[in-house]
Structure formats: C-alpha cells, structure tokens
C-alpha cells in the first residue's frame, strides 16, 4: 500500500468566533490545503477539543457555496443574484458611489456596520477605523452583546470584570447565572468540575431547564427577567440574618444604610410569586451563598437581554460586595475578560482615534431597521458597509431591516465569506478570508490567555481579509496616508508594546512560536480583595450617584418586565455560532426544523400539540414553527432557538421577526428576550414537503 509521503506543517491559530472560549488550534496543511484542524492540545483552556461547530470547520473553509470573488448584483435586492466581477471594478464603483453620496449628503450618510462575526484584534476593527473615522463616517454603538451588562456592572464596581475565570477552581459555591456554560462556553466546564470536585455546589439560575441546568447540583428556573429582584431579596436575607461582612462593605462600599431600606420591601414571601420560586427556597438560597466561602456569581449574557438588563448586573454586583466574597480567591463574580485585555493593549495605537474626525453622530447597531426605514433621520443612510456582521439575521424587528435594506437609493456592500440573509441585499457582495487565512492577535473573552492566530493557508479565490480590505478601499478612494496602509503585522507589534507589565515577556516572536501567552497577572489576583473599585467614589456603589445625576434609580431595583402572551426566549443554539454555519448541511440538519417549546398547559390552552405546525406571532412580525411540548420551560414562557432557522414552511423569516427592537433601561442594548409572543395552530405545509394538490 502507497504510503502519504507529502509534508504535513502544522499551524497553530486561534478561533476568531465571538465565543468566550477563544480556543487555541493547530491546523496540518499538505502541500497548501488544510486537511485537519484540532484543538491545541497544548493550550490550557483548550485542552485539545473544540466544538460542535469548529470541530467541522474546514468544511466551511471549503464549502461550495463559499462566496471567492467579489460579486455584483443583477438581480432584485435580496433575490441573491449575482454576477463576478474583478477587485478593480468592485473598488473602483464603490469609491466612486461613496465620494457621490459624500458629495451630496455628507460622510454621514456612510454608515460602516460591524460586529464580532470575526473577533481579533485588527481584523475585528482597526483599518476600518482609521478610515470610516477619518472620513466622518456615522459612529456604531455596538452594544448588543455585552455593553449592558458591563454598564450595569461599573454602576456599582466600576468595571464589567471581575476575576480570573480559571480561579473558579478555589470557589466553594458557584452560580451560573443567566448562562448556558455547557452550550455556549464550554472549554470552561471542566473548571466547574474541578471545582466540584474540590467540594463546590453549582448553582444554575434559568428560566429553561438548559442542558447546564440538568448538571446542576440546585437548579433555580427563575421567572424570566426577576433576577435582579431575586438578588434583593437574597439581600433582604443576608441584612436580616446578620451575614453582612461589615468590615469589608464599611471599608470599600457606600450607601450601605441605603440599601437597606431599599431591601426592605424584598423579603422574600414579598416577592417569590413574581420571582417564580418558593419563599423557603429564597432563603435557603441567600443563606448558602453567604454563608459558604468562597463564592462566586457567574452571568454572560442571558440577564442582559431584558427591558431591565442593565440594572439587573447592577443589583446582583452589589452581593458580592456585602458578603466580602472579594476577599478570597475564587470568590466575588466572574465575567467577561475583555476589558483585561483591551486594557493591557495599546488599543489607541491600532484604532487611532487620533485620526478621527470630531462631533459625528452615532448610530446604535440595535436600531438598524428603524434608522434604514425612516424618513426623518438626517442624513438618512445612503451606503451601508456590512463586514462581521448579519443584521439580517441578528438585529431585532427583522421585518423592518428588510424593508429598510430593500430601499432602491441605498447603496450596500457586504463583505463575507457566505451569501447570508443579509448579503443577499447587497449591491457588492466582497469576499472575505476565514480565520485559517489570515494573522490576528486574539484576545479572549473567557479567559486570560492571548492567542496569536497566524495563516494556514493562503487565501482562496480572491478572498481578503477585513484590514486588506480597508486598505485597498482607501486606495481606491485615492486617500495616501501611511497609517492607512500599515501592515497586519505591525499593528500586531504595536498593540503588544504597550509596555503595560501584564505583557512583560509577552512578544509577536513568542507568541509565533508558541501560539499563545498567559497575560501576566499578578500571582493569586484578588482584584478588590482591598478594596479599589475604580468608582467615581473609589468605592463599590452600593447608592449610585452617577445614576441619580444621570436621572436613574440610584440604588438597586426589581422591576420586572411584563407583557401579554408567552414570554419568547431565543436562545443560542448548539449547531450554530449566532447566525454563522446555518448555511452548511450538517449543522443544519442536527439542529433541525425551526420549533418552538412551551409548556403542555399553555399548548393545551391553544389547541396545539408536539408535532403540529404553529403561527407565532407577535406585534412586529409572525413566523411558522414545529410545536414541542416540553418540560424545559414554565406556563408563560417559550423558547426558540437563535440564528441559524428559519420559518419552518420556507419563508425567509427567522425568530427575530418576531423580536421587537425593546431599549435596555441603560447601557443602549436590546431587550431580545422580552419579546412577547402568540401561537395558534396552522395549517402551513412544512418547508421541503410537497403540497397536497
Ligand atoms: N453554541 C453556541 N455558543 C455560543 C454562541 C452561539 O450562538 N452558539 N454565541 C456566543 C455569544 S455571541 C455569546 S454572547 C455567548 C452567550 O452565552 P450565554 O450567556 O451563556 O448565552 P445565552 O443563550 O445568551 O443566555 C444564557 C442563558 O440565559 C438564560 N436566560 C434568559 N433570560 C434569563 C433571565 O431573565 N434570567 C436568567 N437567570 N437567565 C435567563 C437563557 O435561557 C440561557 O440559557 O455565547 C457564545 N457562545
Ligand atoms: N433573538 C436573538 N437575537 C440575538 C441574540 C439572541 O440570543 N437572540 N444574541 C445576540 C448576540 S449576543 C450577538 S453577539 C449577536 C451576533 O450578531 P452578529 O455578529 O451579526 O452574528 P453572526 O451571525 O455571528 O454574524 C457574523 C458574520 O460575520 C461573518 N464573518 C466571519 N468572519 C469574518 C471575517 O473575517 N470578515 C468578515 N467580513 N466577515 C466575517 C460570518 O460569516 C457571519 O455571517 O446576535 C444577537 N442577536
Ligand atoms: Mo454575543
């Protein structure tokens, strides 16, 4: 038998998806083509796995349907009819198209659209920066994912962080707050199982019975959105009960006396109807994490998409502050990691805001369909550059997107690697490099490991990456300044030499030969074990005065969201990465038709059983799914899985058709999970099936 005798080299890289987990990846390349991608068995948090969906993506590096070649529309807008065309004549009308709309209507009307499709450092956002920025392009928030819950948290400790996320292996008592570890971040499990190992309980808070909460060792299916009541009246508890650490909250936080008259009206007999749990458990629960050390509040995402997110990280910040779980190793709140790097970064090196023009307005990414449909907004949006992102798919009130995205004046380029929802829409459909085809540093979310991810192969077809891209556009828009043309590599160096001493031997050169670096936190980092809270006050704002000057309730509230019908979650799904390898078979066919889960009570009292084709509805848009009864979810509440399906009898419609655009009480986010929905039986045939005439 002939044996393979070709070389194989093996390249380390690092996921680019927006995932916590930022794993590490070692790519073996035969004579140009990568034939295996594995988790590097090297990298700590990796350890050698990856995930339902990486573990299959070379199939979407290879895909047929891969978008190679820069593509002109010739069909309607959204119909997905394209034609190739060459970089030059792509470059060269889009240059042409934008100084046009520049001229007439101002660069405000050039609104750059990005998310966290590809998340590293330069590919993410950098070139584009520099250039949309000095031009006097129209600003994104992008606070979608993220920015609520941050915001929440700074109100009471100053920052949306907290502890090293590998140190919940010293914790004693763990709560999973609003998070589906096992689904959505799952290279940190094994942590919470050596931590259980070593003695903890783990707690789950969810109004579905996820596949995390069928691990927990105490599971809380809370009424959705009642977490931030839930947290006072564990406060209620820990005052009356004497379990406040009073060194800790006299020394480092104030509006204590505050607090407790705020507490007062949450005992817990007050409010577990609306909260959704027994009394007697309220206080089994409070009385456990105050009095097992160390303890740690574990929240992602799930808690920040309601009405009330902001103020729900606000409230449930303010625990491990009276309980002094700070103090301890392992113990106060584990969340996003990103602002540990992105402060360690020189970030102004890469983003140069230096260059930027001043006093552009802002547009906020949530209301994308509103702003593209209105009449009013001023400049209205005339071009639209779509890179990292699928609003489509994504941003809430869909049907509005569409309609905006339909407008024959608005002029739209996508740059991606697949035809997405929302590149059908586009005038230029550009192609974009994936993670194996390009350098970025990646900084994680998750943990604290930094990654360099360098190319495997080289780009196929005529695919370029998000900084090249920029480039050539600024090229084309006959711009010349040096840090427009600056190299991936050296925004790579610059970022590393901020000199800041959690990089302290952390170099390019290292990071190429090793793949990937621990930031150099201090040995058993304790952030606010002393105190420190880089508050206005310096302190943890139990009472908030910012809040009060800014018109908000300084001190922590309840106020949970109401509405008529099923309460819709739609949650993030196994197979899918938010809207991303939805297009590729396999994962399509495992996570299956688009179904909607509610309790045997609610679907008796409509008529519709496991199996039936149901019309959801709510006031913004309808979509067909397969009915499933289930026992994941309370009466009141449904679930629908995020991203990937669509309308179960073939309209392009996904769930966030039914998602009204609903503002976040602060922080500019959207309330994605208080959509409030109806289901009736339908008689729609199912997608693929053949009609009865
Ligand atoms: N497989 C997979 N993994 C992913 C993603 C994906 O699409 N697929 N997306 C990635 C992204 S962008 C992100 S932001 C992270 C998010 O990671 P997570 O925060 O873990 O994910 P979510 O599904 O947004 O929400 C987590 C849980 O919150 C619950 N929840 C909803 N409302 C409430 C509430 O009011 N109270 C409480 N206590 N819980 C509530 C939901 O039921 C859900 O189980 O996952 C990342 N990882
Ligand atoms: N109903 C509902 N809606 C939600 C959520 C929910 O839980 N429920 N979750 C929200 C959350 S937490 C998030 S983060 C958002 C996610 O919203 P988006 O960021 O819009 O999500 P993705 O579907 O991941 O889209 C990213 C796109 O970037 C493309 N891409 C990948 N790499 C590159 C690259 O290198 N260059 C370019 N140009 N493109 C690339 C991918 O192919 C993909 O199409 O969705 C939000 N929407
Ligand atoms: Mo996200």
Redesign the pocket.
Known sequence: MATDTRAVTQIKGAC???CPDTCGWVVDVVDGEAVKMVGDPGHPFTRGTLCAKVNHYLEKVYHPDRVLYPLKRVGAKGDGRFVRVSWDEALTDIAARWTRVVEQHGAEAILPY?????Q?LI??NSIDMRLFGSMGCSLLDRN???AVAATGLAATIGVGSGIDPEDIVHSRFIVLWGTNTIVTNLHFWPYVREARERGATVVVIDPIRTRTAEQADWYLPIRPGADATLALAMMHVIIRDGLVDHDYVSRHAVGYDALVERVRDYAPTAVAESVGLPADEIERFARAYATTSPSLLRPL?GIE?HRNGAMQFRTIACLPVLTGAWRHRGGGLARSTHALHFNVLDMDGVLRPDVWTLGVRTLNMRDLGRDLCSTTLAPPVKALM??????V????DQNAIIRGLQREDLFTV?????L?D??RFADYV?P????IE?LDLSPAWGHLYLGLNRPAIAPRGEAI??TE?FRRLAHALGRTEAWLFESDESMIRTALGSGHPWLDGITYDRLWDEGHVKLRRPDDWRPFANGGFPTRSGKAELYSEPLKEQGLDPLPAGNIPTGHGLQL????ALH?????Y?HIDRHRSRAGTLFIELHADDARSRGVATGDMVRVSSDVGAVQAVCQVSTRVAPGVAW?P??GLADAAGSDR???A??PMTPTDWGGG?G??D?FVEVAPSDAAPRGASSAQ
């Open positions: 680019g998806h927006d990005s998310s966290a499709g590809v590293g590919q993410q979608i994912c993220g995402i998409h779509v890179y990292g992102a699928n609003p798919v994504t941003i809430p996508v740059h991606e690697l697949a997405t929302t590149a550009l974009a490099t994936s993670q390009h990456c998000n891209l979650i739609t949650g993030k899918f990465m938010n809207s991303s939805s629908m995020f991203g996904g769930v966030n039914l998602v959207v994605y999970y959509a």
